[in-house]
Each structure stands twice: as structure tokens, then as C-alpha cells.
């Protein structure tokens, strides 16, 4: 049964499985303060996989309870999604799309739902990649897991309005063939312009593989979890990165093995290695800005990225 008592003030809601370790809760009350809101933010853990009815549990509670304004979705996203979808009375395209919701939010007395991985992801992937880097180098994408945030990704960069700097090939891995499958399913037709390979890589020396197959100048990316959610790495210790490349770790918190794989390369290897923290702030900013109706956000991002570093 849902632990939650109807909101007090104004309240956003952080979905999650140990919401309570994430840095959002102390940071959360920083930036209400900088941004002149009288709101807190409540952490609502579920298991992964949970039964549908507790997700729909949660949302019924947002949906009825007036000063819950809103919520952020992590790892539920899908789940949540399938048990939830009849609940709101507005889905962006995205979230048609991915079939995933991230961002909860309340206008105009409608339940609105949002996908905002694929706003956040290319603003994150815009901070570090300079432009033109795919014109002009001509490197390869080899994303790490099939799930939301690789999905992201792709729709990011199969955008019309990314031209013709984007990469021409997309690698996706996955340990698992059915989320591979619906990757797949997903993406298919989605930019002519891009050549998606999806490879079944049920052990780490599989992508170790593809890893040293890869062209110099190409963007590697850790989007399986491992590191944050369960330990480890997508690859092996003898893994050997291409030249002159982009690594992004997308997880901000935890061990980051595969981002220590990476830093021992830095030099020889002359690689660029991003960790998640910008992601972890554009996502956040994103769905607050939805969820309390502030216009300006991209304006405010920088001055929020250094209260949360403080917090």
C-alpha cells in the first residue's frame, strides 16, 4: 500500500527504487529556494518490475491530490507507462513514441505525461560534443543497453534538425534479445541518414568486440545501469577504447567501473570521458520547469548546476 500523505504545499514527487540516496534530496530545496517556490520533493520507492496496480496507485494519488503537483519517473518508466497510460489525458509524442513516461505534471486540470530522455540526452550530448564533431570526423555511436536512455539517444540524433552532424551508425548492445528486439521495433525508420546495428551481447568481452572494432573519433556510451544499479561494467578489464574518442558514463553516483576502465586509457588513448552529472541536472531542471510551469529554464540551468554542487 502506498506510503504517501496528501501534500501540505506544493509537492513533487521523486519515483524511484532508493530515492532517498540520490542527491536530488538535498538539492531540490536549494534550487525551490533559488527559484522563489514555496514546494518540497517526496521520494516514492517501488521495486523493479513492481505489480501494476501499485504504480496506478501512485499516479491516481498525484492525479486527486491537489498540491501534488507533479513527479519525476526513474527506472518505472516502462512499467509505469503500461499500467498507467488510461490515466492521462495528455501523453507527448515522445512518450507515444518510447512508450515510457518520466515526467508526471498537472495543466490545465489535465494529467500530462512526458518522455524527456530525449530532450535532456541532447542537451547533456550538446555540452560535451563540439559541433560538427560527426561531420567532420565521421566516427561511429556505440551505445551500451537498449533501454530508455540508448532509445533517447537515438531519437536525439535522428532529429531532422540535427542535419547532417549526426553519426552514420548506431550501434546498440543489449545482454538481452526481447529489449533488443523492441529497440529495434522502436527506431526502425527512423532517420535513412543513420545505419542502426543491433548486436546481442549477452557477456562483457561481446561488447569488448565491437569496442575494438570501433572507428578513432567515435562516442562510447555506458547506458546499461551497470555501476549505479547493480555493480560492475559492460566491459572487461581488457577492454581497449578507439583513439581520439567521446566516453560518457551516464550514472553520476555509485562505483562507475566502466568509467574507471576509461580514465586508464585517458592518455594513451587521448579520450574525452564525460560523467552524468550534467545529465543528471538537465534531466531534473526539465521536468521541474514542467511540473511548476517555469518558461525559462535554459536560462536558469547554470546558475542551478553550481546550488546543486554546493548542496
Request: with cysteine; net charge negative.
Amino acid at each position: 500500500m502506498l506510503n504517501v500523505q496528501p501534500a501540505v504545499k506544493p509537492t513533487i514527487y521523486f519515483i524511484g527504487v532508493t530515492t532517498g540516496k540520490s542527491s536530488i534530496m538535498r538539492v531540490f530545496p536549494k534550487w525551490a529556494e533559488a527559484l522563489g517556490l514555496d514546494a518540497e520533493i517526496k521520494g516514492i520507492d517501488f521495486k523493479p518490475h513492481s505489480p501494476g496496480e501499485d504504480y496506478r496507485e501512485a499516479v491516481e494519488f498525484i492525479k486527486k491530490d491537489p498540491l501534488s503537483m507533479g513527479a519525476l519517473v526513474t527506472t518505472h518508466k516502462i512499467d509505469l507507462y503500461n499500467a498507467c497510460k488510461d490515466l492521462f489525458e495528455y501523453l507527448d509524442p515522445f512518450a507515444l513514441k518510447l512508450g515510457e513516461i518520466s515526467s508526471i505534471s498537472k495543466k490545465d486540470g489535465k494529467l500530462c505525461g512526458h518522455a524527456k530522455d530525449p530532450i535532456s540526452s541532447g542537451l547533456a550530448l550538446e555540452h560535451f560534443v563540439p559541433e560538427n564533431y560527426w561531420k567532420e570526423h565521421g566516427g561511429d555511436t556505440f551505445l551500451m543497453g537498449a533501454g530508455g536512455a540508448a532509445l533517447a539517444m537515438s531519437l536525439y540524433f535522428g532529429q531532422e534538425k540535427s542535419g547532417d552532424d549526426i553519426p552514420k551508425k548506431i550501434i546498440i548492445s543489449n545482454r538481452s534479445l526481447p529489449r533488443l528486439e523492441s529497440a529495434k521495433k522502436i527506431l526502425e525508420g527512423l532517420n535513412p541518414a543513420i545505419e542502426f546495428e543491433y548486436l546481442h551481447t549477452p557477456s562483457p568481452e561481446d561488447n569488448d568486440r565491437i569496442l575494438a572494432s570501433l572507428k578513432p573519433h567515435s562516442l562510447i556510451v555506458n547506458a546499461t545501469g551497470l555501476g549505479k544499479d547493480a555493480p560492475g561494467s559492460p566491459l572487461t578489464e581488457r577492454c581497449s577504447f578507439p583513439k581520439d574518442s567521446l566516453v560518457w558514463e551516464i550514472n553520476y553516483r555509485g562505483e562507475l567501473v566502466f568509467m574507471e576502465q576509461a580514465k586508464a586509457q585517458e592518455k594513451e588513448k587521448n579520450l574525452y570521458i564525460e560523467d552524468g552529472w550534467i545529465y543528471f541536472i538537465h534531466g531534473w531542471t526539465q521536468v521541474v520547469a514542467e511540473v511548476f510551469h517555469i518558461d525559462n529554464i535554459a536560462e536558469k540551468v547554470l546558475m542551478l548546476s553550481e546550488v546543486a554542487k554546493n548542496a
